[in-house]
């Protein structure tokens, strides 16, 4: 008897230690002791906030030695297909917790690594949704080039690139649709993907690239050079992103993808709010309808202090403690972060 009971002492150790490593814990731990010392507050803080924020919650409170890897893949490839870079990040860095786990004897076998061809394959053929796309980081720089730039391809580009739009929504902006008093520039459900009308809060620079667009034309904010009463032909933005930057991005990539990443990395932006920012369909209608009620205020904040970033200027704390940020996960500051 008192054999057994010993023995179910020992089981009952082992569930409880079990119990308290999970991979949320073991991540933290690892993070303290690894990464904190080794790298800038900015990047440290970066690092376990992009674990935070992708694994799913039934997997980041899991025990460590019971996550397998098809359940691991399925939540990086999500992550992947939306965002390919910050996939890439979240899978090297659960890689490093599971190494570092199997090394202390918490787990048998490492996931992370287990995982990284079948993310390439999962991922790699949908080329609908992983586009190039410049690093956030690069974007001030590209800016700053793109606006010695004259001409009407530029400006399209650069507001597209504020506004988070798709290429059919910027060519095809129409004055009827701009509301200066409301700096908002309501697109029609037509262009849009999801078939819905869409309002795109305006930034500061945005407001003066439709400014310096005014008698152009009077129906079309970014007309065609032709100067045919046509919008600006689909390939032109693309054209103007070639001759600054080659292949390194497409127009898609540069106006959203950037935009999507430097949100989630640096501005810590709550997933429904850059959601509501890039127009992306909630299946949820009363959901949806509730997000497009609440969330303008918060976009409106969330878009200009991408412009600040873009153009170069350090955000204002007033913009940078925005109701758009989640908060366990401080902003980044556009100076620190360059």
Sequence with gaps: MRSAARKAEVERKVEVRRERTTLARVARAYHERVIEPRRTWIHSREWIASLERHVPSELWHKPIDRIEAP??????????????????????????????????????????????????????????????????REVPVF????????????????????????????????????????????VPAEPMKAREIHTVPLSDRAIEILESQLG??????????????????????????????????TVHGLCRASFATWAYEAAGAREEIVEACLAHKETDRV?????????????RRLLQAWADFVNGKAPMPNVIEGDFRSPREPALSATAER
Aim: proline share 3%.
């Design 71 to 136: 359940e691991l893949l399925d939540a990086v490839a999500k992550v992947t297909v939306k965002y390919p870079e910050t996939g890439r990040r979240v899978r090297q860095r659960l890689e490093l917790v599971f190494a570092d786990a199997e090394f202390r004897k918490l787990c048998a076998g490492n996931p992370g690594r287990a995982i990284r061809e079948k993310v390439r394959e999962q991922c790699g053929g949908r080329t609908t949704r992983c586009y190039k796309a410049l690093g956030y």
């Design 143 to 186: 800016v700053a080039r793109l606006r010695a730039v004259p001409g009407i391809s530029a400006r399209a580009l650069e507001f597209g690139l504020l506004t988070a739009a798709r290429t059919a929504e910027i060519v095809g902006a129409r004055w009827a649709e701009i509301d200066f008093a409301s700096r908002t520039w309501t």
């Design 216 to 249: 152009i034309n009077t129906r079309y904010v970014f007309p065609s050079v032709r100067g045919k009463g046509t919008p600006l032909s689909n390939m032109a933005m693309l054209e103007c992103l070639r001759r600054l930057v080659g292949g390194q991005t």
């Design 287 to 299: 959901k949806a309808a509730y997000d497009r009620s609440q969330h303008h205020a918060a976009r």
